[in-house]
């Protein structure tokens, strides 16, 4: 009879190589050579008796059954983590360990940060990025930030930024191609992200005039927000800004919002964490250096936001013919 748990090693190994598709890359990961990887799949592979990876040359791809079986082991490589842990820091000074969505890590969080360690030199964190919903029972994550309404069971809960949509555009497409009303969008390349399949859909709900005619599915997608900032950076269409995680890009003149429509929506930016950590000092640090940031922030956007509507207004009255080519806030 075989033994309850497999080989180990040889199943350190397949998890590394089936998250990376690539046995090339898990070498990396490992420090070991491609070879050695590929011998320790093959070790699984006979102590298991199926195949779990397809090999093509140089090219590896999961079998149903490889995938099926990294599906089953992602928890239980999560808790080992998480208990290695918490092992490993106890009776320590740990780190906060923050999960957090790329983009708004990216493009809000991490532009802070210089903030919070001149204000907390002894604080470290480590950060994880996802748009996994977190599980502080199973992942490794002291606090976390979630988008959505606030409404998540068993976690203490903070709203932190709310999120008005807004397209946005490099200023030389702009020039190219005018965009001063809704129905000019027409003309454009609407770029998506799989992450905000609806924010085109809601932003053109409560656009007005002109909104109807287009097609909030038409354009081109990607599998990110940021992707979709980058696209638009560079030129290719028009993308949906979430107002807060462009703020930096309109200040600096890699983007403009050239439409006076800002579009709130009910979902925001939220701060969570496990209500048993709701008076650890490492996390009350953190947690109310970063609610005062969002807070002080979202006073100046809102007086941003009307101040550039307010100037929209005024370009659009007779005689002043200067639509979409106003500043962005």
Partial sequence: MKP???PLNPLRTFEAAARHRSFTQAA???HVTPGAVS?????????????????????????ALGQRYLEDLGDAFDRIGSATRKLAEAGGDRPLHIWCP???????????????HSAHPGRDAVFTTSLKPV???VHDADVAIRMGRGDWPGVACEYLVGIELTPVCS????????????????RHTLLHSEARPSHWELWLAGAGAGADDIDPQHGMTFESVSLAYQAAIEGMGVAMGQYALVEADLAHGRLVAPLAHCQPIEDAFYLIYPERLEHDAHLCAFRDWILDVA????R????????????MAAAEAPGRQRAGRLPAA
């Fill in 39 to 63: 011998r320790q799949i093959v070790v699984l592979e006979r102590h298991l008796g199926v195949r779990l990876f397809e090999r093509a040359g140089r090219e590896v791809r999961l079998t």
């Fill in 102 to 116: 790329m983009t708004f890590a990216m493009r809000w969080l991490v532009p802070h940060l210089p903030a919070f």
């Fill in 300 to 311: 100046q956007r809102r007086a941003a936001i009307a101040a550039r509507a307010r100037a």
């Fill in 135 to 137: 599980d502080f029972n």
């Fill in 295 to 298: 807070r002080a922030e979202e």
């Fill in 28 to 30: 990396r990961e490992l």
């Fill in 171 to 186: 200023p030389r497409l702009l020039a190219a191609r005018p965009l001063a009303r809704p129905a000019d969008l027409a």
């Fill in 4 to 6: 309850r748990l497999p």
